[in-house]
Each structure stands twice: as C-alpha cells, then as structure tokens.
C-alpha cells in the first residue's frame, strides 16, 4: 500500500473525502515523516501543534461536508512568508525571533483553503542564493544525495527537499532569478512561478520586488494547479497584484496539444552545454513532436545579458528593501554608543556574506555618479529581453528549454566558493523569466548517470499559465518520472 | 570603471555595514570583479530604449486616503528589541 505521506494533494484529498483517513493521521503521518528526517535540515522551524490543531478543524468540516480546496493538506512554508504568530526569519540572523502579527495574503488563502502548516522550511538568506547554502541555519542536504552530501539547490532549497522527502504533502516558495525552478530541477519535483503580478506579495519579506513572486512546489503537475488556484488572485494590499482573472488551472491538463508551437530557443544551447541535460531537452521535444505539437526555433538574443541586467536590478532592489532591517523595530538589536553605531552593529552582525555583498553593489550602482552607467542601463536592456519574448512569442505558444545547466553538485563546492559569479552561472536559464515577468514551470524529466534528477523549464506568455500546464501534463505523462521512483 | 579602496569604504557606510580593515583589500578586488563582469552591458545599444521600471502594464490605482486598519501600535511593538510608554526606544541621539 502506498504511503499516506507519498500521496499527492488531488489523492489524498479524495481519500480525505471518502474518509478513508482522517486530517490528523494524514499530518501525523507527516509529522513523524519530519522527526525521521531531520538530517535533511529542511524545516528551521516545525509546527506540529499548529498542524494538528488545523487537522481537527479539517475533519469537522470534512464531516459537515464544508471543506475547502485544500482541506487537511499538510503543508511546509518557506521561511519567507509573514505568518501570524509564527517566527519568520528569512533565514536570517537579523530577523532573530520575529513573529509577525499579520498573515501573508498568500498563506492567509492556504489557510482559509483548509490547509495545515506543519512549519517554516529552509531557504538562502533572505532568498540570495543558490545552493541553500547562505542560511543562516545552515545548507539542506538533497534527498537524492548518495555518498557526498550535495544541495537541493536555491533558493527555496528547504521547500524541494521537503516535498521530495515526503515531509509535507507540498511548498510553497518564491522565485526572483530561479528560486522555485532550479531547486524543484535539483530535488525532481514539480514547481511553477506564475507571471508577475498573479499572486500577491503581500507578506512575503521582499527581496527584489520587480523580480519576486510567490509559487507552489508540488509532487506533480496537478497539484501544482490545485495550489496555484488557491495562491492566485488580485489583492489591494500589493498594487502589483494583478486584476486578471484565474481560470481554473486543473481544466488545462490532459488537452490536446496538437498544433501547438513550441519554440526552441537556439541561443540556450550554448557550446558546452551539458550533453545529458542536451540530450533530455531533445527528449521532451520529440515526445511533444509525438503528440503532434509543431517544434520551432526561435532566438532570445539578449540572453546572454540577462544574468548581468539581474545582478545590478535585483541588488539595487534588495539594498533599498533591507534598508528596514535597522535593529530599531524588530529582530536583532545589537548596541553601539550613537544611533548610526546601532545600526551598523546590528546590520554588520545580522547579515551573512551574500547578503552583505549583494547590498553594497546595489548600493553602489544607485549612488550618485553610478546611477546612469549602471541601473539606468540595465533597465534599458531588461526591456530588450522583455522584447525578445513579445516577439519569439509572435512564432510560439510556449517555450521549451533546461531549467539548470547543471544537476545538484556537493555543499561546500570549491569553484562556486571561490568566485560568487560562477554561483550565478547557474541561474543563467531561469532568470531572463523574471526579468521578464513571464511564468514558467520546471518539471523532472528524467536522472542522470549518476542517478540526479533533471528537469525541463516551459516558459508562458503573460498570464497564460493554461498553456504551460496543458503541456507540462503531456511531458509528465510521457517522462512518467514519478513512476520510475519506485 | 574600477573602483578604489576608498569608495569601498564609503558604500559600505552608505550601506550602514562595517568591513574590518583586514577585508577591504579582498573587498574591493571582488567588487571590480563583479562590475568588470556587469560591465559587459556596454555591449548593447540601448539608444532610444525606454528603461523597464515595471512589467505591470496597468497604472497604480487611487484609494481613500482613510485609517483602514487602525489602533495596533501593541501589534506593531510587540517584535521591538526594547519598546517603553508605547514607544520603540534607541541609543541617545542629542547630548
């Protein structure tokens, strides 16, 4: 019999209906799932009380037959989303012990939802990173590690290792430059940020707030619909949020895809690409080909420009947003003998390497003198990659590529540590997405040779998530990467 | 355009961190490598390009100016690293 933790949310949620299990042992389940596996450093906080007091809830309503979407549904959030009464760190020494007083609109759905929180998971620093590694709580350790223990990728690292590990049913993550693709293509789950403006920021500590938006990280395609239908919608509180209409996510999987255009993208076939993740990639297109979709190339230009344009913006966005972080009103205090000393103290002791980094070069590039050369210039070019997607999207109705150049590597990598940009490297398909404000979805595709899951990213036009998961249920099926677990 | 020892140190008071005398050498050497890097944005011709600030097409909206969630000021010191009479409080600030 299958595990009631290796269950999805659409399963487990039928059975939930058809009392075949209650709430309570479904989150217990979970719950000792968790206690098993804390090595894998997933969860910086668990709230199995919170969790079980949800679950008792849940079968009351299951048995007044008013339950929500997501009904008992165990979930994990990342460390990043304000939960009322809950500490929310970043992970993040400088917000040592905050508990927020309000709720995320994000978590605030989940919960009206019927949703359970079994904790707050792992993550990169206030989301700058990716490997997990710039926690301050220290690095996740991917469940697919063999003999080296290696990194369930970043930022959301927490959030893949967990959903992968069966220590909660699914996550809930964020996504600035590749913060829920590259871990989910790392961890071999399914995980999609939607367009720009679809889920409220409300609530979720900001870190570039041009680039940030919130997203689930599932076991399968349609659970990440299920939850995406519950995160999505137009909120006052954020004014990016966007007045668009959700449509029903799950009504898009199982369609047809005959006919439809896909583009490949020739400039993400870079000269030493990888020749297992080439090889995937020309997988999933001919398994598309077979079902009759029309494969076309396409060209993005600017790509290679997409990586420096975000490593001046997203810096020049975070060190305007961690301005806050000042030791005055919330978090870590420590003294010094005049005001700007507390400040300094506070923020030079709260703050890890990456962060600090990454605050300085934004500081610097909207400094007088700099601002032009710099910030000015990388709006310019943010539009030009925006403009390559309008018009490759004139030829396609999705975008097929790899969503890493790379599978999950060691903690502690000598190469990634010596020189921040090679870390970067590795966001280097995933983050003309954001600039772009466009959604797309990774999915695991298959393993490597040495046993490491990889995953393909379907990149949408604004607001047309429907595509992405029509496509991404044919792909699923074809891959069939769940089944092979076993 | 590389930047020098003494830039490093005035960002990083503008930034209200404090870099410890010994790490301004290998401060600096990683920040010219980084902007060297950026720097090959000067690649692209971005005459008459419009900078993206957003890309939301829709333009803010207007609200009442109105209290909408009013009277939390224990909600708001309750994280306060030290808070008295209803009020955060800092180091002296006037002699």
Redesign the interface.
Known sequence: MTKLTELTIAQARDALKKKEFSAVELTKAYIDEMNDKRKYNAYVLETPDVALEQAKKSDEKYAHGTDGALEGIPLGIKDLYCTKDIRTTACSHILD???P??ESTVTSKLLNAGAGFLGKLNMDEFAMGGSNETSYYGPVVNPWSKDVPLVAGGSSGGSAAAVAANMCAAATGTDTGGSIRQPSAFCGITGIKPT??RCSRYGIVAFAS?LDQAGPMCKDVRDCAIMLNVMSGYD?KD??S??VEVPNFESFLNQDIKGLKIGIPSEYRPEGLNAEIAAFWDKGIEMLKARGAEIVNISLP?T??AL??Y??IAPAEA?SNLARY????????V???????????S??AG?GTEV??R???G??VL?AG?YD??Y?????????I?QDFLNAFEKCDIILTPTSPVTAFPIGDESMLE???NMWLNDVFTVSVNL??LPAMSLPIGLSHDGLPLGLQLIGK?FDEGTIFKTASALEQDAAFRKGLK | MAIDRETVRRVAFLSRLKIDDDKIEDTEEEFNKILNWVEQLNEVNTDNVEPLVSVNDTNLTLRQDEVTEGNQAAAILKNAPQAQYGYFTVPKVVE
């Open positions: 012990g905050f508990e007083q309000y720009y403006g041009s006052p004014s990016t966007a007045k600017h290679k420009y420096p344009t490593y001046i060190s000042d030791g005055l009103r919330y978090g870590l205090r003294n010094g003998e005049h005001l700007d000393n507390m400040y300094i103290n923020r030079t703050f600090k980094r605050i300085m070069i500081t610097y400094s700099y050369a710099y000015l210039k990388a709006q310019k070019v943010r539009r030009l925006r020189n921040p940009i772009a404000g604004a």
